[in-house]
Each structure stands twice: as C-alpha cells, then as structure tokens.
C-alpha cells in the first residue's frame, strides 16, 4: 500500500464522518506519524464536544408550552413574544413638528391610557428639544450607526431611524431620554425649511391595535397609533397630508423592521 | 394534532438548540423558534411528508436567521457589542453549567454567523455534508470551507479566551 499524504481538509472530513472507512484506517496511520496533525484534529474535536454539551439540555428539557400552543392553537390566535419582537413591539412614538411647535393637552382625554401617557411624553420632548438651535440633539446623524445601536440598547428595542427623504426630512441626530423610570429614544429630523419632526421611543406593556388617530392642538397636529404593544405619534405643524404621509411612512418601515 | 404537525412538534426540542447555537440569547432563539414554527405551518404544503420535517424545518430557521442577521447589522449593533459579549449589558442571564460552556457559547457567537451554523448543523445536528448544504443553500465545497474556517475560528477564539482569563488570574 502507497501511504498517502492527507491535509487538513481531512481531518473535517474525517471528524464529519464524510471519509470512507478505508479511508478513514489510512488516516489514522498517517496522524500517528504527523503528531502536529493528530494534535489538531483532537482539538477539533475536543471543541466540537464541547459544542455539543454545552445545549444538550435543550434536547431533553419538555418542549415549552409556548411552542405547543402554535401547533395546537388557531393560527389567528394572538402571538405571544418574549424578547425581539416584543421589543421591537415597543412603544414608539412619532412626534412631529415645526421649531416651536406646541401642543399636548387633550390626551388625558383619550381612552387609550397607556398611548396617551408615552405620546404626551413624547411630544413634551419634542417641544423642548425641536426649539434648541444649538443643542438639538446628543449624537448628531453623521454617527447614525452608533446612535441607532446606543439607543437601541438603552431603549431595549432594535430601533430604526426611518427614511423620510420622500417628505423632504433628513434625520439630524438623536439623544436619549428618561421616561416615568424607563429609557426612551428621540430622533430627530429637519427638512430644507428647518421645521423638525422628532421620534420618541419607549418600551411599553400594555398592547393594543389602533388606526391612526389626529388630535390638533394649537397649531400642532399629531397622528398617533399602536400596533400590537408598540405605539407612534406625528406631530407638527406641518401640512396635514405631510403629517400623515410621515406617519404612514414611519409605520410602514417599523413593521418592515419586524422580523417576519 | 395532525401527523404533520406532530411529526414537527418532535423536532421542537432539536430547533430550541440550534437557534440557541445561532443565536445565543434565550428569548431571541425561543423566537426564532416561534418564527420557524409559524412560518412552517403556513407553508405546510412545501414539506414533501415523505421524509422528516427536520431538513426541512431546518432551512427554514436558518433563512429566518440570516435574514435577521442582515437587519442586525444594518442597525449596526453588532459593533455595540463588547468584545466579551457574555458581559454585554442588558443580556438577559444565560443558563449554562460552566465557565467552558460560557465560553465556547461567546467563540461561537463571535464567529460569522454563517460559518457558525455550519458547525452547528453538521457538528452538533450531525447532518450530513450534503444535507448541510442543502439547508445552507450553499454548494459541498463551500461548505467545507465554512466549516473548516469556522473551527479554525472557534479555536482561535477559545485560546483568546483563555489568554484572557489567565492575565486575569495573575493580576489577582
């Protein structure tokens, strides 16, 4: 027999169960005379095995109610999430306006307690920051990445700063805030004329699924929604159509942002 | 329960350890578990009942993955991470027996997601070479290439890892 030579390509193959058993004798032959190589591929597989216990007990753990509930249930039963998603299905609020632009006020009003209480936060963050001129935001858009990933940590939600060219709005920065003792995001956005539009995001437990809603007060209009346990408010004094345009716009990217 | 899906209920406990491998943190692979769940009962039809669904429900899983992956790192927060991502801030507390267990889950996330679920599906799931590549949608000899890349990966990282640990040991 010709000994052959072998690689470490081999070595996978072999530790993979892809090698013939002829094969596979021919190796071991060769490794004891190339310790390196036996060293090697014992480390391969003494990593694999540790790969391999470290969630063994997921395999002998009962499968968790959760998932037999998806096979046994009605699929148009409501979905419960732990993490991700219901992180994404944060509260998100849309707050939009001019430099300036007030309004609050008649959301004690609403029924929708828990929308109201963070959209009146957010449009109170956005009345204070939106008329800053030197200070607007904390982390300007040139490090959007990292604004984005800091937020999205503090925040707990994996955030997006939505595209709103098409409404003539560019985002400008963002800064992080505290919210009744939760963190909450704002981004703020400003188009050729300098009016700004901000969004302000917190977390949320409370779930609930409305269209958009308009409240004007002031010169400020503001659409908000919520959407499974996250909600948004637009508010600003800009045109009507252009409030709900951003409203739509920004709704249509958090929902593209869900993982499907 | 259908055949069907019990033949997929039975998979469940398989697809919590290979999400958990891809994805590390619980609540992030319970719901990529979830999603593979439900995404496999709305394309029930595409499993030819003939074989196991677990081929099957594990490409699934896998697409969910790096697709999610891609929007992670859209969002940039992979590099939000610190190097010891077992002490990022945030994390919900990992379940694992031991300083080794935590430490070949941190090499494993701190490798390309791709060539992670490589070593997972063929040295944890134990699928063949040719079925992996086929869940990966990806041709054998690139395959190889993950995997050996991949352990070639894991290793360095581990090593780091001890390196790391032991500088800790002396300061002490």
């Known amino acids: ?260 | 329960m259908d055949d069907r899906k019990k033949a997929i209920l039975a998979e469940i406990p398989r697809l919590r350890r290979y999400a958990r491998g891809l994805a590390r943190d619980q609540d992030r692979a319970d719901d990529l578990v979830q999603d593979t769940l439900e995404r496999a009962l709305i394309k029930l039809d595409n499993w030819r009942t003939e074989e196991s669904p677990r081929r099957w429900l594990f490409t699934i899983m896998y697409h969910l993955f790096i697709d999610q992956m891609r929007r992670t790192s859209h969002r940039a927060e992979q590099e939000m991470l610190p190097l010891d991502s077992s002490e990022a801030i945030g994390e919900p507390a990992v379940q694992l027996d031991s300083v080794a267990a935590l430490d070949i889950m941190d090499a494993l996330q701190a490798i390309a997601p791709e060539r992670r679920a490589a070593l997972l599906i063929v040295g944890v799931e134990g699928f063949s070479y040719a079925e992996a590549a086929s869940i990966l949608g990806i041709p054998a000899g690139t395959l190889m290439s993950r995997i050996s890349r991949g352990r070639e990966d894991l290793r360095a990282r581990l090593d780091d890892a001890d390196r790391r640990r032991n500088i800790r040991v002396v300061e002490r």
């Not at chain 1, 306006?97 to 307690?113: D, E, F, K, N, T």
């Not at chain 1, 503001?222 to 600003?236: F, H, K, L, S, T």
């Open chain 1, 1 to 260: 027999m010709t000994p052959r030579n072998f690689t470490e390509q081999d070595l996978h193959l072999a530790l993979d169960g892809e090698m013939s058993p002829e094969d596979r004798q021919a190796l071991d032959l060769w490794l004891d005379n190339n310790p390196e190589m036996k060293a090697r591929m014992g480390r391969f597989s003494e990593d694999r095995d540790r790969l391999r216990a470290a969630n063994a007990h997921l395999v002998s753990e009962p499968i968790p109610e959760r998932f037999q509930r998806i096979l046994t249930q009605d699929p148009s039963a409501p979905r419960l999430r732990t993490s991700w998603r219901q992180l994404v299905a944060a509260s998100l609020v849309f707050a939009l306006g001019a430099i300036g632009g007030y309004g609050v006020a008649s959301w004690r009003q609403s029924p929708l307690a828990p929308l109201k209480a963070f959209a009146d936060s957010a449009i109170q963050a956005h009345d204070m920051y939106a008329a800053e001129k030197l200070h607007v935001v904390e982390v300007k858009a040139d490090q959007r990445d990292h604004l984005i990933g800091w937020l999205s940590k503090r925040v707990g939600v994996p955030l997006v700063a939505p595209d709103l060219s098409t409404q003539g709005y560019e985002l400008i920065g963002g800064r992080l805030l505290p919210d009744a003792g939760k963190a909450a995001a704002q981004f703020m956005y400003q188009n050729a004329d300098g009016d700004r539009v901000s969004l302000y995001v917190t977390r949320e437990q409370e779930r609930a699924q409305t269209g958009f809603k308009s409240i004007v007060e002031g010169s400020t209009r503001a659409y908000y929604w919520m959407d499974d346990d996250y909600g948004c408010a637009v508010a600003g004094v800009a045109p009507q159509k252009t409030l709900l345009s951003i409203a739509d716009s920004a709704y249509r990217q958090y929902l593209a942002a869900e993982i499907r």
